[in-house]
C-alpha cells in the first residue's frame, strides 16, 4: 500500500472535488481487498474460505489528527487486537481490521456486537455495510498505516 504508485493515485482521488466523479475514480482505479475471506467470486456462496478478519470503516472523523487519534484508540484497546488500521481513501476517515474467533459466532454476530460495542466504549459508528463477508475495502497509501506484526505486507 506504501508505494509512490499508490501515493499518486490516493493524491489524485482526494484532489477530486466531484463526489460523482470522486466515487467513480476509486472505484475504477483503486484496488481493494475483501479482507473477511477469499472468494471463487465475489458473493456469499463464493466463499472459500473465511479469514477470520473483519473490516469496519469510519467515515467523516475529520482531520489528519483525529483520523490518528482514533486509529491509535483502536490500537490500544483491551479487548480487540489490531491486525491493521489505515486512513480510508477520502483522507478524512479510518479502516480497521481486527480478528474474531469464528467458534464463538458468526461473521454477522461478531460485526454487530463488535460495531455496539465501539460505539458504546467509544462514541465511534462504524459503516454497517461491511457487515457482509463479501464487502470489498479499498485501499490507498498511508504514511501511517498500522499492520499486526505477523501479517505480510501488502
Known amino acids: 500500500m506504501n508505494t509512490m504508485r499508490m501515493k499518486e493515485l490516493t493524491d489524485k482521488l482526494r484532489s477530486i472535488g466531484d463526489e460523482?466523479?470522486?466515487?467513480?475514480?476509486?472505484a475504477s482505479r483503486l484496488p481493494f481487498a475483501t479482507f473477511s475471506g477469499t472468494f471463487s467470486r465475489r458473493c456469499a456462496e463464493g466463499l472459500v474460505s473465511h479469514s477470520s478478519l473483519l473490516c469496519f470503516?469510519?467515515?467523516?472523523?475529520?482531520?489528519?489528527?483525529?483520523?490518528?487519534?482514533?486509529?491509535?484508540?483502536?490500537?490500544?484497546?483491551?479487548?480487540?487486537?489490531?491486525?491493521?488500521?489505515?486512513t480510508s481513501p477520502s483522507g478524512d476517515g479510518l479502516k480497521w481490521i481486527t480478528q474474531v474467533d469464528l467458534e464463538r459466532g458468526t461473521h454477522e454476530q461478531w460485526y454487530r456486537a463488535i460495531r455496539?460495542?465501539?460505539?458504546?466504549q467509544?462514541?465511534?459508528?462504524?459503516d454497517p455495510a461491511p457487515s457482509s463477508v463479501v464487502s470489498a475495502c479499498f485501499l490507498c497509501f498511508d504514511a501511517n498505516v498500522m499492520v499486526g506484526e505477523d501479517i505480510a505486507a501488502f
Open 122 to 126: 467509544y462514541g465511534l459508528s462504524a
Open 20 to 26: 460523482r466523479e470522486r466515487k467513480l475514480f476509486k
Open 116 to 120: 455496539n460495542y465501539l460505539q458504546q
Open 57 to 86: 470503516d469510519f467515515d467523516h472523523l475529520g482531520d489528519s489528527h483525529e483520523v490518528m487519534r482514533v486509529k491509535l484508540m483502536l490500537v490500544a484497546d483491551p479487548y480487540f487486537e489490531t491486525r491493521m488500521a489505515f
